[in-house]
């Protein structure tokens, strides 16, 4: 559940970027961090992990006027993609209001793209949060690679394997060149603030 600060009025949101290590969560939050410069308050904060290049996490506050009259300030995390940090993709998403999952588009991500969304499943059972519930953007990255003649899955595939189930809006991107990077974020903002709304209701 969001934070909220009865006090100064104000309904902090936190969104996280999952999905597999090297999926494209950082690269979407770069993009993010340089296309909406002007609207991002404070630093991007970035711990580098022992052995890959994806950052720790991002957090990157921006305000978006306001629900019932209370601020409303949004802070993106992505988590670190790899297995044996397991523990720390849990801790990032406790309070978590709205997920962005990144799939990996290409073939031979398919079993890990897979296996990452099994364990957000169980990462957000572990916070009594359901999968099915909480608000969730499915994207679909790298499909730009196609035009390298590397092997991307079709969408109807990466479908049937992810969003048979959740159902949940989808978006092929390229975090690389910003395709469909602002259109998820919108999405899982516009879902995220929604689903508060409820509940202050």
Same mark, same amino acid.
């Given at each position: 559940?969001?934070?909220?600060?009865?006090?100064?009025?104000?309904?902090?949101?936190?969104? +996280?970027?999952?999905? %597999?290590?090297?999926?494209?969560?950082?690269?979407?939050? =770069?993009?993010?961090?340089?296309?909406? *410069?002007?609207?991002?308050?404070?630093?991007? +904060?970035?711990?580098?992990?022992?052995?890959?290049?994806?950052?720790?996490?991002?957090? #990157?506050?921006?305000?978006?006027?306001?629900?019932?009259?209370?601020? #409303?300030?949004?802070?993106?995390?992505?988590?670190?993609?790899?297995?044996?940090?397991?523990?720390?993709? @849990?801790?990032?998403?406790?309070?978590?209001?709205?997920?962005?999952?990144?799939?990996?588009?290409?073939?031979?991500?398919?079993?890990?793209?897979?296996?990452?969304?099994?364990?957000?499943? =169980?990462?957000?059972? &572990?916070? @009594? =949060?359901?999968?099915? !519930?909480?608000?969730? +953007?499915?994207?679909?990255?790298?499909?730009?690679?196609?035009?390298?003649?590397?092997?991307?899955?079709?969408?109807?595939?990466?479908? @049937?394997?992810?969003? *048979? !189930?959740?159902?949940? %809006?989808?978006?092929?991107? &390229?975090?690389?060149?910003?395709?469909?990077?602002?259109?998820? #974020?919108?999405?899982?903002? *516009?879902?995220?603030? #929604?689903?508060?709304?409820?509940?202050?209701?």
């Amino acid at each position: 559940m969001s934070f909220i600060n009865l006090r100064e009025k104000i309904v902090q949101v936190k969104i +996280v970027y999952y999905g %597999p290590g090297r999926g494209g969560k950082t690269t979407n939050l =770069e993009y993010i961090n340089r296309k909406f *410069s002007k609207q991002i308050q404070s630093e991007m +904060v970035s711990l580098k992990t022992h052995g890959d290049r994806t950052l720790f996490f991002d957090f #990157l506050p921006f305000n978006m006027g306001q629900i019932k009259g209370y601020e #409303l300030k949004i802070q993106l995390y992505t988590v670190p993609g790899q297995v044996k940090y397991n523990a720390t993709r @849990k801790l990032v998403l406790k309070g978590v209001d709205g997920i962005v999952f990144v799939a990996d588009a290409q073939e031979q991500m398919r079993e890990k793209n897979i296996r990452s969304l099994n364990q957000l499943h =169980e990462n957000l059972m &572990s916070y @009594k =949060e359901s999968i099915f !519930k909480i608000p969730l +953007v499915l994207q679909y990255n790298k499909v730009d690679l196609r035009n390298q003649g590397i092997p991307i899955l079709p969408t109807a595939v990466l479908d @049937k394997d992810l969003n *048979s !189930k959740l159902k949940v %809006p989808t978006f092929e991107a &390229s975090a690389l060149t910003g395709y469909n990077v602002p259109e998820t #974020l919108k999405k899982i903002i *516009s879902s995220t603030v #929604l689903s508060i709304q409820k509940k202050l209701m």
